[in-house]
């Protein structure tokens, strides 16, 4: 037996293209799963079965039954029995890559109440980050804050009793097979991997019901025990700000006086004992949003001291609302003592008052400053968050109560009235209200405005904007979400083009038409900013997707291909690869994504979801 390959793997993906996630030229080669991590192979040749190290001894055997493998002798071309593999994949015409890894998403219950994780894992996406913009689950120390959270926080990501998506549709030309299962020709398949007939899309489009789900955690290590092997992809978890800061001092508006912050911190160091990897916040969400400057800074220090980042939504309507909301971002790290910042979802809207260029300066500034500084960027047009954000955030201060009590007093009415008029919004001609489409409704009697504009239901009700909004609110108990014009298409090419770029969804999967940017993300970046537009090589948009967030997360064993990491692969055609979800029709999987396999086992196989749930909450490494 040679002592370059093991005796025995899962899986053998042969005649791939590998593009390894270190932005290295693309070459061809092999990868074996051995125990679920990966083994490198010399490249073959396929189209000379004498020099194939894989050439299965008998061709009867089904794609999952154990099939005999040759490799030629170093110096000779005598071939020489190797490898046993318990399965196949011919992967001529695919690249073969280090799995996504997505560094923004509002899954913390969704995924655990539909674990599949469709829209996520049939783009490619092996791991995500969850806990963002400051909304997370855990710590909480009051089972009661804890379900208010929840009722807060159902705008974004859902209750567990929410009825689940829709199943999305393939794309016109992709039924769900890959490109080496074009139908019943099943061509380009080896002869121990026959693939299925073709898949009636029809048949996909069933509504199914999320899974009842028990939120009776406390600490983050309880969270994060849900996600072990009950789940498609793996996570990785931030604290958000909004738990420590419940959990030390209520809901109010105010500052931390020391002693609470003192008890946030405590919590934060805990969490991250725990396995977390840093700290978030979302600074246009209340309570956390009540956070000033120095609180954030003081928590990212105490993240920073255990090998943690700081994840920011920034406070966007802060100053000018253009480059301050980034430049208080950048001021924490520099408070903290140096602790790294990552700004999520950085985007360019063609209202604002400079180039994008200007905010992509401030990174780069306080790079070459000596700072660490990242960013994330979704490539949708479209945005989505909570109805509630249009709000005041004095609203909520005092908790969920408080809120409805507002919510429902002509007085606040008023006074939100007057506050959002001398801000220009929520007034009869303005855009941004008038293209925001609401979503997620569960009450029979408002059914009928799923997927309708703000400015269409308030002509079906009578009511105006500021009414409309709150009454939509009190009766659907706060979980209302929207979807709205968000960055401008030429802004994002921008952001493409910057060497620091990497890929964070911002996935909010509820409701019957979501941003398109939670089916097709990674797809669109890969078809239309690459394959079509040149904007960057494959080699480095892989990079961006792999190995740079990997690296930002502090992840040593995955984000590459290389010997001895983590088998977390996706296999993808790089001239068929795009994404389907539009505006109109936002839950259609993207084309040209055939094989997703997560901790060594295959979770998409020839386009279709295998059913398997191989995925866990990774812990960050002390």
Same mark, same amino acid.
């Given at each position: 037996?040679?002592?370059?390959?093991?005796?025995?793997?899962?899986?053998?993906?042969?005649?791939?293209? *590998?593009? +390894?996630?270190?932005?290295?030229?693309?070459?061809?080669?092999?990868?074996?799963? !051995?125990?679920?991590?990966?083994?490198?192979?010399?490249?073959?040749?396929? %189209?000379?079965?004498?020099?194939?190290?894989?050439?299965?001894?008998?061709?009867?055997?089904?794609?999952? $039954?154990?099939?005999?493998?040759?490799?030629?002798?170093?110096?000779?071309?005598?071939?020489?029995?190797?490898?046993?593999?318990? @399965?196949?994949?011919?992967?001529?015409?695919?690249?073969?890559?280090?799995?996504?890894?997505?560094?923004?998403?509002?899954?913390?219950?969704?995924?655990?109440?539909?674990?599949?994780?469709?829209?996520?894992?049939?783009?490619?996406?092996?791991?995500?980050?969850?806990?963002?913009?400051?909304?997370?689950?855990?710590?909480?120390?009051?089972?009661?804050?804890?379900?208010?959270?929840?009722?807060?926080?159902?705008?974004?990501?859902?209750?567990?009793?929410?009825?689940?998506?829709?199943?999305?549709?393939?794309?016109?030309?992709?039924?769900?097979?890959?490109?080496?299962?074009?139908?019943?020709?099943?061509?380009?398949?080896?002869?121990?991997?026959?693939?299925?007939?073709?898949?009636?899309? %029809?048949?996909?489009? $069933?509504?199914?019901?999320?899974?009842?789900?028990?939120?009776?955690?406390?600490? !983050?290590?309880?969270?994060?025990?849900?996600?072990?092997?009950?789940?498609?992809?793996?996570?990785?978890?931030?604290?958000?700000?909004?738990?420590?800061? !419940?959990?030390?001092?209520?809901?109010?508006?105010?500052?931390?006086?020391?002693?609470?912050?003192?008890?946030?911190?405590?919590?934060?160091?805990?969490?991250?004992?725990?396995?977390?990897?840093?700290? %978030?916040?979302?600074?246009?969400?209340?309570?956390?949003?009540?956070?000033?400057?120095?609180?954030?800074?003081?928590?990212?220090?105490?993240?920073?001291?255990?090998?943690?980042?700081?994840?920011?939504?920034?406070?966007?309507?802060?100053? +000018?609302?253009?480059?301050?909301?980034?430049?208080?971002?950048?001021?924490?790290? @520099? @408070?903290?003592?140096?602790?790294?910042?990552?700004?999520?979802?950085?985007?360019? @809207?063609?209202?604002?008052?400079?180039?994008?260029?200007?905010?992509?300066?401030?990174?780069?500034?306080?790079?070459?400053?000596?700072?660490?500084?990242?960013? +994330?960027?979704?490539?949708? $047009?479209?945005?989505?968050?909570? #109805? #509630?954000?249009?709000?005041?955030?004095?609203?909520?201060?005092?908790?969920?109560?408080?809120?409805?009590?507002?919510?429902?007093?002509?007085?606040?009415?008023?006074?939100?009235?007057?506050?959002?008029?001398?801000?220009?919004?929520?007034?009869?001609?303005?855009?941004?209200?008038?293209?925001?489409?609401?979503?997620?409704?569960?009450?029979?009697?408002? #059914?009928?405005?799923?997927?309708?504009? #703000?400015?269409?239901?308030?002509?079906?009700?009578?009511?105006?904007?500021?009414?409309?909004?709150?009454?939509?609110?009190?009766?659907?108990?706060?979980?209302?979400?929207?979807?709205?014009?968000?960055?401008?298409?030429?802004?994002?090419?921008?952001?493409?083009?910057?060497?620091?770029?990497?890929?964070?969804?911002?996935?909010?999967?509820?409701?019957?038409?979501?941003?398109?940017?939670?089916?097709?993300?990674?797809?669109?970046?890969?078809?239309?900013?690459?394959?079509?537009?040149?904007?960057?090589?494959?080699?480095?948009?892989?990079?961006?997707?792999?190995?740079?967030?990997?690296?930002?997360?502090?992840?040593?064993?995955?984000?590459?291909?290389?010997?001895?990491?983590?088998?977390?692969?996706?296999?993808?055609?790089?001239?068929?690869?795009?994404?389907?979800?539009?505006?109109?029709?936002?839950?259609?999987?993207?084309?040209? *994504?055939?094989?997703?396999?997560?901790?060594?086992?295959?979770?998409?196989?020839?386009? $279709?979801?295998?059913?398997?749930?191989?995925?866990?909450?990774?812990?960050?490494?002390?």
């Amino acid at each position: 037996m040679s002592a370059d390959l093991p005796e025995r793997a899962e899986l053998l993906i042969r005649g791939g293209t *590998i593009i +390894d996630g270190t932005g290295a030229p693309a070459r061809a080669g092999d990868v074996a799963v !051995v125990d679920g991590r990966i083994r490198m192979l010399r490249a073959t040749d396929p %189209s000379h079965p004498a020099n194939d190290p894989f050439r299965a001894t008998d061709p009867r055997h089904p794609t999952n $039954e154990p099939s005999r493998a040759s490799a030629a002798r170093p110096g000779t071309n005598e071939a020489e029995p190797l490898l046993r593999a318990a @399965r196949v994949i011919d992967a001529r015409g695919l690249i073969v890559a280090p799995g996504f890894i997505d560094l923004h998403s509002h899954s913390g219950l969704m995924i655990l109440s539909d674990p599949r994780h469709e829209p996520k894992v049939r783009q490619g996406v092996t791991t995500e980050v969850i806990g963002v913009d400051g909304n997370s689950y855990a710590p909480f120390t009051d089972p009661a804050d804890l379900h208010d959270f929840v009722i807060l926080n159902g705008g974004l990501d859902g209750r567990p009793d929410d009825p689940g998506p829709a199943r999305a549709h393939h794309g016109p030309d992709d039924p769900g097979h890959g490109p080496d299962d074009p139908g019943p020709a099943r061509a380009h398949h080896g002869p121990d991997d026959p693939g299925p007939g073709p898949t009636d899309a %029809s048949a996909s489009s $069933e509504d199914r019901s999320l899974a009842p789900l028990a939120i009776d955690w406390r600490t !983050v290590a309880d969270y994060l025990a849900r996600f072990d092997h009950q789940v498609a992809l793996n996570i990785a978890y931030v604290v958000g700000n909004t738990p420590l800061r !419940v959990s030390a001092m209520g809901w109010d508006d105010r500052p931390a006086a020391p002693q609470e912050l003192d008890r946030q911190r405590g919590l934060l160091r805990e969490a991250m004992e725990d396995g977390a990897f840093g700290l %978030s916040s979302g600074l246009d969400y209340p309570p956390g949003a009540y956070a000033t400057t120095d609180e954030l800074a003081v928590l990212l220090h105490e993240a920073a001291t255990h090998g943690g980042f700081y994840h920011t939504h920034v406070r966007y309507p802060l100053g +000018d609302g253009f480059l301050d909301p980034f430049r208080e971002a950048i001021e924490i790290g @520099r @408070r903290s003592g140096g602790g790294p910042v990552h700004i999520t979802h950085f985007y360019h @809207r063609a209202t604002f008052p400079g180039p994008p260029e200007q905010m992509l300066a401030l990174v780069d500034d306080a790079r070459a400053a000596g700072q660490d500084v990242t960013f +994330d960027m979704y490539p949708s $047009e479209w945005a989505s968050t909570r #109805l #509630l954000i249009l709000l005041p955030t004095w609203i909520q201060a005092g908790g969920v109560a408080r809120l409805k009590e507002r919510l429902a007093d002509p007085a606040a009415r008023a006074r939100i009235r007057d506050e959002l008029a001398a801000r220009g919004r929520l007034y009869a001609g303005d855009r941004a209200w008038a293209e925001l489409r609401l979503g997620a409704f569960t009450r029979p009697e408002h #059914l009928a405005f799923e997927g309708l504009t #703000l400015a269409q239901v308030m002509a079906e009700t009578g009511h105006d904007a500021v009414d409309t909004v709150c009454d939509l609110l009190l009766a659907e108990d706060l979980r209302v979400n929207e979807v709205t014009p968000g960055p401008h298409l030429e802004g994002m090419r921008t952001f493409w083009r910057h060497p620091g770029a990497m890929v964070g969804t911002d996935s909010v999967f509820i409701g019957a038409r979501p941003a398109p940017r939670t089916y097709g993300s990674f797809p669109r970046i890969l078809g239309q900013f690459v394959r079509e537009e040149h904007l960057t090589s494959l080699e480095e948009a892989v990079r961006r997707m792999t190995s740079a967030p990997a690296d930002r997360l502090g992840l040593t064993d995955r984000g590459r291909l290389a010997d001895g990491l983590v088998a977390d692969l996706v296999l993808f055609d790089p001239q068929r690869v795009r994404s389907n979800a539009t505006y109109e029709e936002p839950r259609r999987y993207p084309d040209g *994504i055939p094989y997703v396999i997560v901790d060594g086992t295959v979770v998409v196989d020839r386009g $279709e979801h295998t059913g398997a749930l191989p995925g866990r909450a990774l812990r960050r490494r002390g």
